[in-house]
């Protein structure tokens, strides 16, 4: 087990643990330890194409939506998102501390990195702002392995948002 030792601190306080790193693995896993804070910050709904995510649940409790069912996990219990599946996941009124792990890794260690260091130096807040949109699809073309939107259109609009934000000046590194 590698301890990372630069531990990604989102703006929300949520604090993503790299356990296992890509390098680590050969690629065959990125794996994470999350300490999130109460209401904290959540991704919208996405699909990973060709990665299976999994969260297991070491304190607390977390909704987590695996295609249109929300499910509550509490400590001990685990869920696999299958590849093509729209999910996300939401905490309550408690802090939690989840493992998750996408399988393979892919490109998902180089763009979560990129994408917390630009959420913090760039304040971006909770990540659902129009700036923030084209920090991440300028991300998303940088790295395109590892998500998508749950809608065609959305995927489709990417490219074009990506060029308006580097048009913008926006940058990721």
Do not use: K
Not at 108 to 113: G, I, K, M, Q
């Amino acid at each position: 087990m590698s301890a990372d030792a630069d531990p990604l601190v989102w703006p929300d306080g949520s604090i993503y643990r790299i356990t296992h790193s890509s390098a680590d693995t050969g690629g065959e896993l990125l794996e994470m330890e999350w300490e999130l804070p109460a209401h904290g910050w959540a991704p919208q709904p996405h699909v990973h194409p060709r990665l299976t995510e999994d969260y297991q649940v070491l304190e607390g409790s977390l909704d987590v939506l695996v295609g249109g069912e929300w499910r509550t996990l509490s400590a001990g219990d685990a869920a696999s998102v299958p590849p093509g599946t729209v999910h996300t996941f939401r905490v309550g009124s408690n802090p939690v501390r989840v493992r998750n792990v996408h399988s393979p890794a892919l490109d998902f260690e180089p763009y979560v990195r990129r994408l917390c260091s630009a959420a913090n130096q760039r304040d971006l807040g909770d990540l659902s702002g129009f700036r923030a949109l084209l920090y991440i699809a300028v991300l998303v073309r940088e790295f395109p392995l590892h998500s998508r939107a749950p809608r065609r259109v959305v995927n489709a609009l990417v490219p074009a948002l990506a060029i308006v934000g580097r048009r913008l000046g926006l940058r990721t590194t």
